[in-house]
């Protein structure tokens, strides 16, 4: 078969992007999605997002619109039987939302069941998609150009731009920029304001990860003792973030502190998250979305790897290092674990360690970006 060429897809006038969650995911997936607009300025970009992710991909200057994929909603009607006309009555209006663009292509990044039978429901001419073996739940069944990506183990991000290919596209790494409405900025501005922190040199710790991936949490006693020696010893003010059902998380670590630290105010949207991201000179977390966002936003980030292989979820940006310890076990693929040795063994020290050695290095490189952006 011969390599497909840009030119042959010249016409382009609609594209559909899919990539439904999560957060960390969605972040990789938006290099490719910059170098998509790059080749077809013209063409009207829709990306297929699940609703709890729709402000961030809506903060992306390449992305005309956004469809968001009821899931909480259609959860809860599954919870409550009478709703079930209900929605199917939602599922068909969101199906002629899908399907009414009429797209040329449809690019699947998610590679699973669900997104895959979403891919062929929007009735694209051509669906790309991932060939066997580098996809789940027989994903390529749903698409009729199918890419190879160059090697099985490989970052995410480069894993999403091997995609282009099917559109002839070789693309380099772009670090994604956001739309910051103005009224999230100021909401940021005033509360670091009202706590007396817009002058300080802050540093962000994001101390949770979503239900589903837990046992990738630090001891929450560790990020209290690292706290307290990131204000003595390197004089930092401290402000930690949380997401949903993780307030009483930060509460707790602030209570137990010798230091003060500060809670984050609550963000209604990713796009408040990332002003007050941008404020921060230095952002520690575990292996969740948070910390992507931190880096891709060019913030000196310190994350804690345990079960996950950090060749190919670490954040991808240089101004990000990784913490994790070198245990037999480690990296692994499982979803629950009893005993996480590979995240309870990492020490406030070891990532103190990193702080010291890899700030002077990271903040070079992080100052070098800022002058360029």
Same mark, same amino acid.
């Given at each position: 078969?011969?390599?497909?060429?840009?030119?042959?897809?010249?016409?382009?006038?609609?594209?559909?992007?899919?990539?439904?969650?999560?957060?960390?995911?969605?972040?990789?997936?938006?290099?490719?999605?910059?170098?998509?607009?790059?080749?077809?300025?013209?063409?009207?970009?829709?990306?297929?997002?699940?609703?709890?992710?729709?402000?961030?991909?809506?903060?992306?200057?390449?992305?005309?619109?956004?469809?968001?994929?009821?899931?909480?909603?259609?959860?809860?009607?599954?919870?409550?039987?009478?709703?079930?006309?209900?929605? /199917?009555?939602?599922?068909?209006?969101?199906?002629?939302?899908?399907?009414?663009?009429?797209?040329?292509?449809?690019?699947?990044?998610?590679?699973?069941?669900?997104?895959?039978?979403?891919?062929?429901?929007?009735?694209?001419?051509?669906?790309?998609?991932?060939?066997?073996?580098?996809?789940?739940?027989?994903?390529?069944?749903?698409?009729?150009?199918?890419?190879?990506?160059?090697?099985?183990?490989?970052?995410?991000?480069?894993?999403?731009?091997?995609?282009?290919?099917?559109?002839?596209?070789?693309?380099?790494?772009?670090?994604?920029?956001?739309?910051?409405?103005?009224?999230?900025?100021?909401?940021?501005?005033?509360?670091?304001?009202?706590?007396?922190?817009?002058?300080?040199?802050?540093?962000? /710790?994001? $101390?949770?990860?979503?239900?589903?991936?837990?046992?990738?949490?630090?001891?929450?006693?560790?990020?209290?003792?690292?706290?307290?020696?990131?204000?003595?010893?390197?004089?930092? %003010?401290?402000?930690?973030?949380?997401?949903?059902?993780?307030?009483?998380?930060?509460?707790?670590?602030?209570?137990?502190?010798?230091?003060?630290?500060?809670?984050?105010?609550?963000?209604?949207?990713?796009?408040?998250?990332?002003?007050?991201?941008?404020?921060?000179?230095?952002?520690?977390?575990?292996?969740?979305?948070?910390?992507?966002?931190?880096?891709?936003?060019?913030?000196?980030?310190?994350? /804690?790897?345990?079960?996950?292989?950090?060749?190919?979820?670490?954040?991808?940006?240089?101004?990000?290092?990784?913490?994790?310890?070198?245990?037999?076990?480690? $990296?692994? %693929?499982?979803?629950?674990?009893?005993?996480?040795?590979?995240?309870?063994? /990492?020490?406030?020290?070891?990532?103190?360690?990193?702080?010291?050695?890899?700030?002077?290095?990271?903040?070079?490189?992080?100052?070098?970006?800022?002058?360029?952006?």
């Amino acid at each position: 078969m011969l390599q497909p060429t840009v030119n042959q897809f010249s016409n382009l006038q609609n594209i559909l992007v899919v990539r439904l969650g999560a957060m960390g995911d969605i972040i990789h997936v938006m290099p490719a999605v910059k170098h998509l607009k790059t080749a077809f300025p013209s063409a009207h970009l829709t990306w297929l997002v699940e609703d709890k992710l729709e402000d961030l991909v809506k903060g992306l200057p390449e992305v005309d619109e956004v469809i968001a994929f009821p899931r909480r909603q259609w959860q809860a009607c599954l919870k409550r039987p009478t709703r079930c006309f209900t929605m /199917i009555s939602e599922f068909q209006a969101f199906l002629g939302k899908l399907r009414k663009k009429e797209y040329d292509v449809a690019l699947d990044f998610h590679g699973n069941f669900r997104s895959g039978l979403l891919t062929y429901l929007c009735n694209a001419k051509t669906k790309i998609g991932f060939s066997q073996g580098y996809c789940k739940e027989f994903n390529f069944v749903f698409t009729n150009v199918r890419v190879t990506p160059p090697q099985k183990k490989m970052h995410r991000v480069d894993k999403y731009l091997s995609l282009l290919r099917g559109l002839g596209i070789e693309a380099p790494y772009q670090r994604p920029s956001f739309s910051i409405p103005h009224a999230d900025r100021l909401f940021i501005d005033n509360f670091l304001c009202n706590n007396h922190l817009d002058q300080k040199t802050i540093a962000i /710790i994001h $101390p949770g990860t979503s239900l589903f991936g837990k046992y990738k949490r630090w001891p929450l006693e560790n990020y209290a003792r690292l706290a307290d020696r990131l204000i003595q010893e390197f004089g930092y %003010s401290v402000i930690f973030t949380w997401g949903h059902l993780e307030y009483q998380m930060a509460k707790d670590i602030v209570s137990s502190m010798r230091c003060q630290a500060t809670i984050a105010c609550k963000t209604s949207s990713v796009m408040q998250l990332i002003a007050l991201l941008q404020h921060a000179r230095l952002f520690i977390g575990g292996d969740t979305g948070p910390t992507h966002l931190a880096s891709c936003l060019v913030v000196p980030t310190i994350a /804690i790897f345990g079960p996950k292989d950090p060749l190919v979820y670490a954040p991808y940006d240089k101004n990000a290092v990784v913490v994790r310890k070198d245990i037999p076990c480690s $990296p692994c %693929s499982r979803r629950t674990c009893e005993n996480v040795i590979c995240i309870t063994t /990492i020490t406030p020290e070891d990532v103190l360690d990193r702080v010291r050695v890899a700030c002077t290095e990271v903040y070079a490189y992080t100052h070098t970006m800022e002058q360029s952006v």
